[in-house]
């Protein structure tokens, strides 16, 4: 018989995909454009399912049954459009092509209504998990148009990560929601990621702690309310020792690299209007990173920064907490993005429903998520995560530990942009008054802008180059 579904581009995420897919029982069609990837998929892994090769692409959509599904897991941009070309000229209407790549969502909504035009159905899926779990359960997060789902849906069901018995997949919204969740998924990844590194460096250099030590730190953290893939990994790294027994983390360059996920989420979140400081901060620290010869030029100015180490011992307590209240203002903001944009290009997307399909499979996958999603299902139109009461007990709980964190870190010059600007966010919000009061007089002062008065209705403008008398706008 034909072929169920079919893969093409057969790097490592997509052939692991085509074999998870082949695994759960569907007949699975593989392509790459050159087909030696595919014969080694055969070679290697054909015993594991029922695979098709197809050389071509005509091949691979001769080989499947209608309506048809074909899966594209090449390079974001270009190769994209590429494939999606050479496709809709070979399909019916009523097809479907399913881009699982890490598209920016516009590239999604563009490429879903350019099909819509020709009759075929296009999903923008964001997978996430890398390499191993496309192979043993990714989380998805497909959007599209809502009747795709009802074809792919219960396949990609079936071969996503289950968390309590359920599937990390769910349909998101229309068009691009898949992808842009996805975005924010990374985006919301740079954060933790920054947040942990921020964690490791206090307790290096003000804790004095070595990398093995810190790594059980984090093993122990991960059996609490931090328990999660990122912070499990750490303590794999922390633990590492290279070929000639020193700790890898102190012979990585520390120049942290980007593909450009966290970057959109940043972009994305400055046209919504969105203050997503934790993720900008993350990209931001990556960026500073790179910069390795600013890094000279500026400690050969100015010395090296010495941190003395001054252990204490609720130090290390002290930045679990900071660490996890910094982390819910991380995710918070996150889910404030989503939050807009699904209100901005009306996606309708279940805030709770995103929390509960990344307790698995996904990068970010975390116990805290089940926190996530009971905040939004008691709560959909919360006005932050932090406002839930289990949030804001916990946040409430670790406040003082944050602070003499951030103050530590600032006494002996350790850069936790993370931590402080999470704290600062905290602290903006909960303010009765915020210095934008000023803001709005500067810019009436210097360009006639207005403000409004806490007073009285209107708008307002003060005659600074005249005889100063407060003016109707
Ligand atoms: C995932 C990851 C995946 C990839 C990132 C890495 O969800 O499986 O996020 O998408 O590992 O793109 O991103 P950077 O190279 O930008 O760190």
Redesign the pocket.
Known sequence: GKARIAVTGLATMGSNLARNLARHGFKVAVHNRTPAKMKALLDEHGHEGDFVGAETLQDLVDSLQTPRQIIIMVKAGGPTDAVIDELSGLLEPGDMVIDGG?AHYADTRRREAALKEKGLLFVGA?????EE?ALNG??IMPGGPAESYKHVGPVFEEIAAKVDGQPCCVHVGPDGAGHFV?MV??GI??AD?QLIAEAFDLLTRVGGMAPAEISDVFTQWNSGDLESYLVEITAEVLKHVDANGTPLVQVIEDA????????WTVQEALELGVPVTGIAEAVFA?SLSGHTDQRKAVRDAFGASEVVAKPDAELVDDVRQALYASKVVAYAQGFDMIREASKNFDWDIDLGAMATIWRGG???RAQFLNRIREAYDKNASLASLLVDNYFRDAVQNAEAAWRRVVVRAVESGVPTPGFVSALAYYDGLRSERLPAALVQGQRDFFGAHTYRRVDRPGSFHTLWSGDRTEVDA
């Open positions: 890490n964001g997978i996430s998990g890398g779990g990714p989380s996805k998924h990374n990844e740079y990621m942290a690299e980007q593909k450009g996920t966290g970057r990556r996904c990068i970010i």
